[in-house]
C-alpha cells in the first residue's frame, strides 16, 4: 500500500489548461505533461486519450511506447487528431484536433502509465457555433416591431394633444389682449 501512495505522488499528470473554448471547425491543440525521469528511455510508457461525453468513453489517441495505436481510434476522431511524437520524450502529450464538431464538447482525459507509476489528467473543451456567436453578439439596440409601433403611436397621440389645444392657447391669448386692450381704453 505505501508503494502505490508514493508512486501516485511522485509520478503526476498535468494539464497546461484546464478548459479551452474553439469554434466548430477549427482547430485545437490539446496539451499534458507528465513526470519523466529516464529521459526518454522508458521501458514502458502506455497512454490512452479519451474524451468522455453523454456516459461514453471515445478513444481519440492511444500509443504504446511512442507507437500509436490506430485502431483503437474511435470513428468521431478519424483523420483528425496529430500527436506530436518528438515531446513525448519530454514528458508531453500533445494533441492536435481538428476540424472541430460540436459533439468534440467535453472533458478530455489522459491516462499515463510507465514504470514509475500510472497517474491521468483531464481539461475541458467546448465547441462554439456559428448560432452561438450570432446569439451572444446580437446588439439589441434596434427596437423590436412592437416597441416601434408604441413610439408611433406615442407620437401620434402628442399630435392630436397639441392639435386639440392650439385653439385653446389662441383663445386665451386673445382674451387676455382683449382685456388689456380694455384697461388701456379706460385709462
Ligand atoms: C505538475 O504541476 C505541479 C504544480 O503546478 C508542478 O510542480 C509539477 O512540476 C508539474 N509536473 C509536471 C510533470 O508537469
Ligand atoms: C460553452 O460556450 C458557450 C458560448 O460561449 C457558453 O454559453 C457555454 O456556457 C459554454 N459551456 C460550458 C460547458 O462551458
Ligand atoms: C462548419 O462547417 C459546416 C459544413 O461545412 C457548416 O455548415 C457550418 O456552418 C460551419 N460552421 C462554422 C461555425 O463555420
Same mark, same amino acid.
Given at each position: ?41 522508458? &521501458?514502458?510508457?502506455?497512454? /490512452?486519450?479519451? $474524451?468522455?461525453?453523454?456516459?461514453? %468513453? #471515445?478513444? !481519440? ?30 514528458? &508531453?502529450?500533445?494533441?492536435? /484536433?481538428?476540424? $472541430?464538431?460540436?459533439?468534440?464538447? %467535453? #472533458?478530455? !482525459? ?78
Amino acid at each position: 500500500l505505501s508503494l502505490s501512495v508514493s508512486s501516485a505522488a511522485t509520478f503526476v499528470v498535468n494539464v497546461t489548461q484546464s478548459s479551452y473554448e474553439a469554434e466548430e471547425n477549427h482547430s485545437i491543440t490539446l496539451e499534458w505533461t507528465f513526470t519523466t525521469r529516464t529521459q526518454g528511455n522508458w &521501458r514502458e510508457l502506455f497512454i /490512452v486519450c479519451s $474524451l468522455l461525453a453523454h456516459r461514453k %468513453g #471515445l478513444v !481519440l489517441y492511444q500509443s504504446h511506447d511512442g507507437v500509436e495505436i490506430p485502431e483503437s481510434q474511435h470513428d468521431q476522431f478519424s483523420g483528425r487528431v496529430q500527436s506530436d511524437k518528438d515531446v513525448l520524450r519530454e514528458g &508531453r502529450i500533445r494533441l492536435h /484536433v481538428s476540424r $472541430l464538431r460540436t459533439e468534440d464538447s %467535453g #472533458l478530455y !482525459l489522459c491516462d499515463v502509465k510507465t514504470e514509475d507509476g500510472f497517474n491521468s489528467g483531464r481539461c475541458r473543451l467546448n465547441i462554439t457555433t456559428a448560432a452561438d456567436q450570432i446569439q451572444t453578439q446580437r446588439p439589441t439596440l434596434t427596437p423590436e416591431p412592437e416597441e416601434l409601433e408604441w413610439i408611433i403611436i406615442i407620437i401620434f397621440m402628442g399630435l392630436i394633444i397639441a392639435a386639440a389645444l392650439t385653439p385653446l392657447l389662441l383663445c386665451y391669448l386673445l382674451v387676455k389682449y382683449c382685456l388689456a386692450r380694455e384697461k388701456d381704453f379706460y385709462l
